[in-house]
């Protein structure tokens, strides 16, 4: 089936260790992005890349890196993983970068559960 | 004042009730208004989209988004169990590049 496709799906990380988080989307979209929700902080945006070529930080990018490989792919790497960090990260694509124009919205993957101990 | 305010719930109704979820916000900018249904242990999915002020109906969901009160809803008429969800909005500017913010999530519990 069409959509997005995140991996791993569970992750245990000690702290300081280091792990890359795959995302890559079959929609042909330009725009892709990385969440993270917490329990009762909802979804907060990490980076996004409005097109390929192109990566902008969110509302908590600290302690993160983005890597748009290609049209289809958007890495999230986490450099020297801490407890903070202990989330679950969603990838999204859109169709444009420009919301308006994207009435299908967001199409999310089912998400990376990462726990830091 | 986070831009983009959501009561989290819980919320429980009986089955049939007609549920009713808010969002409030600060940025007047904001013309883009979705809500998404998250069930546990899944990605959000698009529910509803509306642009700028009105009502949109689809079934048994009514979004309505009132811009001078920044205010938007999503009515849910005649619950189901397979309702039970987190609902969350999510809106943005009309401007290349943004993305889309989202409230906390309103976490509703149908009962049969």
């Known amino acids: 089936n069409a959509g997005v496709t995140q991996t791993p799906k569970f992750q245990v990380l000690k702290t300081g260790q280091s792990m890359t988080l795959q995302c890559a989307q079959d929609?042909?979209?330009?725009?892709m992005y990385w969440y993270r929700q917490d329990p009762g902080m909802g979804l907060r945006l990490i980076y996004y890349s409005a097109s390929e070529g192109t990566t902008d930080k969110g509302e908590v990018p600290n302690g993160y890196n983005v890597s748009r490989l290609n049209k289809r792919e958007f890495s999230l790497r986490l450099e020297s993983a801490a407890p903070s960090q202990t989330s679950v990260y969603f990838c999204?694509?859109?169709?444009?970068?420009?919301?308006?124009?994207?009435?299908?919205?967001?199409?999310f993957g089912s998400g990376t559960r990462l726990t830091v101990v | 004042q986070k831009e983009v305010e959501q009561d989290p719930g819980p919320l429980s109704v009986p089955e049939g009730a007609i549920v009713s979820l808010n969002c409030t916000y600060s940025n007047s900018a904001f013309q883009y208004f979705m809500w998404y249904r998250q069930y546990s242990r899944k990605g959000p999915e698009l529910l509803m989209y509306?642009?700028?002020?009105g009502n949109k109906e689809d079934g048994r969901f009514t979004a309505q988004v009132d811009k001078s009160s920044k205010y938007i809803s999503l009515f849910i008429r005649d619950s189901q169990p397979s309702d039970s969800a987190t609902y969350l909005c999510a809106m943005s500017a009309w401007q290349a590049g943004t993305a889309l913010i989202f409230g906390k999530g309103t976490t509703l519990s149908v009962s049969s």
């Open positions: 999204a694509s859109s169709e444009v970068g420009a919301i308006g124009q994207g009435r299908d919205g967001y199409t």
């Open positions: 509306t642009y700028s002020s």
């Open positions: 929609m042909n979209h330009n725009s």
